[in-house]
């Protein structure tokens, strides 16, 4: 009992240093949320659902208090407790300011480098993941309460209802199922999951073309590229408008699954080992693949408007806009696979298995 001592001991020791790190970065990231004017946009997003009027400033630090909750007993319970992710960030931020100069020179431990990327990736992704969460369950709950509560609506005024609430309760379904995933991905990293991360994109390129897909960056990227993609395009004939919309949903379902079949996995920038199941067994790269798509397809109201009122220019402003688009994701994937690529031998091991990135059998 007297050498088991020292070795229980020092277990606690490193379970109080998890804890205490993470809950410090928790703290500071808190209230660096609710100091930033651009977490203020969402941190006062009204949600309404029938009788229910909160606002996400109410709700957000509700579910922080329950993930700080979790973390604690999860490092407390730990059976084989290991340096955590935050303890690292915090060495690496000390060495960062007590010596810059020398942490440039000599660069960081590969683990510190890993803690401080992987607590920057959550730290900006997560909140956002949480309020689009919430945004789309409320949204995704009207649409459907209001269609169940006028089905009579659906015969006598089908397209009124399509348009209205129809497409958007589908719309916010396969958006709730995908950032539903993304959210567990960020927020929830253990080993009986086997998705903890390995690797994370350490590039500047990597990070730009990711980020700017992302507010608040996308919005500079949307004056950039002059036209953003729509959503809900818009037909003159009801067939067609019903039709292109409904294949529309059907791109972005596919886009959704996956995200489901990333599961636990799902997280952008970083390597958490291979999916090779779900539409990953067909392209390596579905949901990009997907989203532009869909995207190029809704703008194909824009260019015959332009095409209509002798507008070129118009016309060329749509398609380099979607162009734009569609090469900002091309780089996603092709710095994804790179990183990918430096981690393990993985990767190459599933691109001998499906050898087409973004059209099956051509490119």
């Known amino acids: 009992m ?85 303890v690292y960030c915090l060495l690496a931020l ?47 709950l009207n649409n459907g309460l209001y269609i169940f509560n006028h089905m009579g609506l659906l015969t006598s005024e089908f397209l009124f209802v399509f348009n209205k609430h129809g497409f958007w309760f589908l719309f916010q379904i396969i958006l709730f ?35 700017v897909c992302y507010p608040p960056f996308n919005s500079v990227t949307n004056r950039i590229l002059s036209w953003q993609p729509t959503d809900f395009p818009q037909y003159d004939n009801p067939v067609v408008h019903i039709a292109t919309n409904l294949f529309l949903l059907l791109l972005m379902a596919i886009y959704t699954s996956a995200s489901v079949a990333l599961n636990f996995k799902a997280s952008n920038l970083t390597h958490r080992g291979i999916i090779a199941s779900g539409p990953y067994k067909i392209i390596r790269h579905p949901a990009y693949t997907c989203k532009n798509l869909a995207w190029w397809i809704a703008s194909l109201p824009a260019i015959n ?4 009122t002798s507008s070129p220019w118009t016309v060329l402003l749509v398609l380099a806009s979607v162009a734009g688009w569609t090469l900002i994701y091309a780089l996603r994937a092709l710095t994804e696979e790179d990183h990918l690529r430096k981690v393990d031998g993985d990767y190459d ?15």
């Open 94 to 140: 000390k060495k960062i300011i007590q010596t810059p100069r020398r942490a440039y020179a000599e660069g960081l431990k590969p683990e510190e480098r890993l803690g401080i990327l992987s607590i920057l990736l959550k730290g900006f992704f997560a909140p956002l993941m949480v309020a689009w969460l919430l945004d789309h369950t409320v949204h995704m």
């Open 305 to 308: 408007a332009g095409l209509q």
């Open 349 to 363: 091991k599933y691109c001998e298995t499906v050898r087409h990135r973004f059209i099956p059998g051509v490119l």
């Open 2 to 86: 007297m050498q088991s001592t020292p070795c229980l001991r020092n277990e606690w020791n490193l379970r109080l240093k998890n804890v205490s790190a993470s809950f410090f970065i928790l703290f500071v990231a808190y209230w660096f949320y609710r100091i930033v004017p651009y977490y203020q946009i969402y941190a006062s997003t009204e949600l309404q659902l029938l009788s229910f009027h909160r606002y996400t400033r109410e709700v957000l630090p509700i579910l922080y208090a329950v993930y700080g909750f979790s973390l604690l007993l999860y490092y407390l319970s730990e059976k084989q407790p290991h340096i955590a992710k935050s």
């Open 177 to 211: 199922l995908d950032v539903f995933f993304f959210t567990l991905g960020y927020l929830i990293e253990l080993p009986r999951l086997n998705n903890i991360i390995r690797s994370v994109d350490p590039t500047l390129l990597g990070w730009a073309v990711a980020l």
